[in-house]
């Protein structure tokens, strides 16, 4: 499905990935049509609860209505369903399929550090690129209760030009935030921050990173710490790194909260269940070993007595690969269960 977009573009992707742009068709209702915004988890529930597996890549949009808009390549996730057909488990208002092309079908989703697939955009003018970097902008001042969104700091600037028609990876900090960390100090201070905020733009051609790593312990001061010893802004020295993770908590998952609320909402119009009364394939239960070392497993025990699991669901809600099932957080009373290692203990 590529004739929807130029050439251009297309050589581009090739750089990406060899995978083919898919058109795929969205659930737009039942239980399998999950909230927008939280595409990881719909796909990756969806398999734990009736088989198949997840493709996690990019969905494929346009910037703006315009014949010659530019196009923005989200970090999204499908479903391929174990009778092989792709869907998109994620409501979208008015559309009722998306481009889509899969890159792995693996990420860090359930950890103290997590992984996506990065946003990315092929600009067409300056101001396709002004928009991508005020939406990751907004995106990283939502973490902050007394950020507005005030658009995206520009600092040292960016040769807008020099990406057009490209692939690139980018990422900025919201112009509010920027202002307020700047108050009160000296002017050779100023300075300094009008470099170190400065925004990043890398065309995927020059090895620009194609998953985002979220990692709280990750804290500015250690940024800072590189900024002056490389006089480079940090979205650049920390590319592929989600800047602003530190302000999540120290857990990606469990100090986030959402677990604690389903994304998969509806109730399924065969039996009227909700997600979180529908237990997960046994079968995959049952690739979670318990560990064989004494200790590890009177931990594992322990565990899922305090928190009313099998002692196999125990460590399945430590699978990094595994978004933790609804289900078992309802048996769990909505609690963050302490996580083993399981590098040994799950079978592909």
Known sequence: ?????????IDQLRILTNNNILLVPRRLKGIASGQNGRCYWNANICAQTWGGKVLYGWGISFIGDSPDAGIFLYGHACWLTPEGKLVDPTYCPG????FFVPYTDKLLINGRVT?????????KSVKDLDIMMCLVASQHGARFEDVKSLGYYQGIGVNHHSYLNKIVYYDALPYDLVIQVMKGMDSPCQKKVHV???PCVKPIEQGAPKKLIHDPSLTLSEMQKRFNAEQKPICSLYAGYDVTAQWMGKDMVWDSGNFKKPPLINQSLKTGKSIQDIAPLQEIVDKHSLPTQKKRLQKVVATSEQYNLSPQEVVMLSNPFLYPHPHLMSKAGWESIPRIKTADLIAD
Do not use: G, I, K, R
């Not at 559309?95 to 998306?98: A, L, N, Q, W, Y």
């Open 1 to 9: 499905m590529t004739n929807a977009f130029d050439q251009d573009f």
């Open 95 to 98: 559309v009722s399929e998306s």
């Open 115 to 123: 992984e996506s697939m990065c946003d990315l955009c092929y600009p």
């Open 196 to 198: 170190m905020f400065s």
